[in-house]
């Protein structure tokens, strides 16, 4: 189902587990997206209220949460209760992502993920892998019908590199970034080559896995805080999307306009 056609306006919210995007839609435009790091609720609030008012159609706007962080994003519903005008709506809580789901019934799959899903899939159409890199990297399936199937979840670029050198005794503590060349003539970029192309590769081995799986090659998009480092100028990735799950949240909404729609029909 696409639900691209029904304009809207939205305050959008996604607290992760180290950042917290914030995106202002206008009538179903994305005009401000900013985003922060998780240091504590106050200051992040005062982000949220700013993005709200700079919006021209506050009262007609829905303010949607989404999380994988749920400590803060508690804290944050709180801190926000009675400063802004309208309720904030919680996704899945209030608002289900529209995704079909293939899942072992016991699984917990975090809402970045299929909203994620559901952002790939309503735009298109069509069997596609997403790979959302950031504290951890997902690499996730949504078939040819719409259905999310789930996928990889492994720790990201900078909890590799963390990793080194909280369990070892010489490895340095860096920040990462993009290689100079594959052969790394330093400690430090030997370290970000193997964490880049081991990346790399993990996603283009899962990519060929679930090809064979879902027999046809399915469209690659990488989103999240480390997808233009890794994947700007491979040829796996199709399109790298970072505000991808703020349009998942875009999209939720929308499903929830056409419910609407079709009960007032």
Do not use: W
């Amino acid at each position: 189902m696409t639900v691209s056609n029904i304009p809207y306006n939205l305050l959008a919210i996604s607290v992760g587990n180290s950042r917290t995007r914030i995106g202002g839609f206008e009538e179903g435009k994305l005009v401000a997206n900013h985003s922060f790091a998780n240091d504590a609720a106050e200051p992040l609030s005062s982000e949220i209220t700013r993005t709200f008012e700079s919006l021209r159609h506050r009262d007609e706007t829905s303010i949607v949460m989404a999380t994988t962080n749920p400590p803060l994003s508690d804290e944050l519903r709180k801190v926000l209760k009675g400063v802004l005008p309208h309720p904030i709506q919680r996704v899945e809580a209030d608002l289900p992502i529209p995704i079909g789901r293939q899942l072992d019934p016991e699984a917990m799959i975090g809402e970045d993920r299929l909203l994620n899903a559901a952002a790939a899939y309503d735009v298109l159409q069509q069997a596609c892998v997403v790979v959302d890199a950031g504290t951890a990297i997902t690499v996730d399936l949504v078939d040819g019908a719409g259905t999310f199937h789930g996928g990889a979840i492994g720790p990201g670029a900078q909890l590799m590199l963390r990793s080194m050198y909280e369990h070892t005794a010489q490895l340095p503590d860096i920040e990462f970034t993009a290689p100079v060349e594959p052969i790394g003539h330093s400690t430090v970029e030997a370290m970000r080559s193997a964490v880049f192309y081991g990346l790399r590769g993990m996603v283009r081995e899962l990519v060929e896995q679930f090809a064979e799986i879902i027999g046809t090659y399915p469209m690659v998009i990488a989103t999240g805080g480390n997808s233009e480092i890794l994947f700007r100028d491979y040829d796996l990735v199709d399109r790298v999307a970072p505000d991808l799950t703020l349009m998942g949240i875009g999209v939720t909404l929308k499903a929830a306009l056409r419910r609407e729609q079709d009960r007032e029909e």
